[in-house]
T-cell receptor, first 110, second 113 residues
Framework: RKEVEQDPGPFNVPEGATVAFNCTYSNSASQSFFWYRQDCRKEPKLLMSVYSSGNEDGRFTAQLNRASQYISLLIRDSKLSDSATYLCVVLTSGTYKYIFGTGTRLKVLA | EPEVTQTPSHQVTQMGQEVILRCVPISNHLYFYWYRQILGQKVEFLVSFYNNEISEKSEIFDDQFSVERPDGSNFTLKIRSTKLEDSAMYFC???????????FGPGTRLTVL
């Protein structure tokens, strides 16, 4: 089983739509979780951390389910500029290394 | 806003040559990292560095690779004898602490011919 799994997509959605991505992780010792955004041939940019209680930042909401070992990202009112690859990232207790998922591609269509 | 910088943006080299990739982490950060991303694949951890020594490395980071912080600002990745399969985007990252959010530089695209 892959350490961090994501549906690669692409998810093609119209502007204004709500879209959700899920990510599962295999190591129950994982302690920190993040969503990053990556545009084509650019660096990953931090979108938001993910907390057990769930957290929201504007149109973006992240949730963590430790029991089922998955995290989610919800984007409301999608904009054309949201088109990118969304990377699920997990940090395991006692290590320094980020484990990346392969990413989910989102295309927001006009 | 402070950011991680990397040079060069693109490096082309012949197989077997040595390359040095350079990074300037965010100034108050204490932890530094190198990752790589082969075209079309996921980002992979190479090495983390703290207090002037390697704190963790992956199986990718073999004897051909080394890291150094030669002065108070630069952080370098050296590949001694490049192979075709070393062609990738190399990202430097830094964080204030560990575990903590990591901030990535724009990357160096390495092409090995």
């Amino acid at each position: 089983r892959k350490e961090v799994e994501q549906d690669p997509g692409p998810f093609n959605v119209p502007e204004g739509a709500t879209v959700a991505f899920n990510c599962t992780y295999s190591n129950s010792a994982s302690q920190s979780f993040f969503w990053y955004r990556q545009d084509c041939r650019k660096e990953p940019k931090l979108l938001m951390s993910v907390y057990s209680s769930g957290n929201e930042d504007g149109r973006f909401t992240a949730q963590l389910n430790r029991a089922s070992q998955y995290i989610s990202l919800l984007i409301r009112d999608s904009k054309l500029s949201d088109s990118a690859t969304y990377l699920c990232v997990v940090l395991t207790s006692g290590t320094y290394k980020y484990i990346f998922g392969t990413g989910t591609r989102l295309k927001v269509l006009a | 806003e402070p950011e991680v910088t990397q040079t060069p943006s693109h490096q082309v080299t012949q197989m077997g040559q040595e390359v040095i990739l350079r990074c300037v982490p965010i100034s108050n950060h204490l932890y530094f990292y190198w990752y790589r991303q082969i075209l079309g694949q996921k980002v992979e951890f190479l090495v983390s560095f703290y207090n002037n020594e390697i704190s963790e490395k992956s199986e990718i980071f073999d004897d051909q690779f080394s890291v150094e912080r030669p002065d108070g600002s630069n952080f370098t990745l050296k590949i001694r004898s490049t192979k075709l399969e070393d062609s990738a985007m190399y990202f430097c990252a830094s964080s204030e602490g560990a575990p903590s959010k990591q901030f990535f530089g724009p990357g160096t695209r390495l092409t090995v011919l």
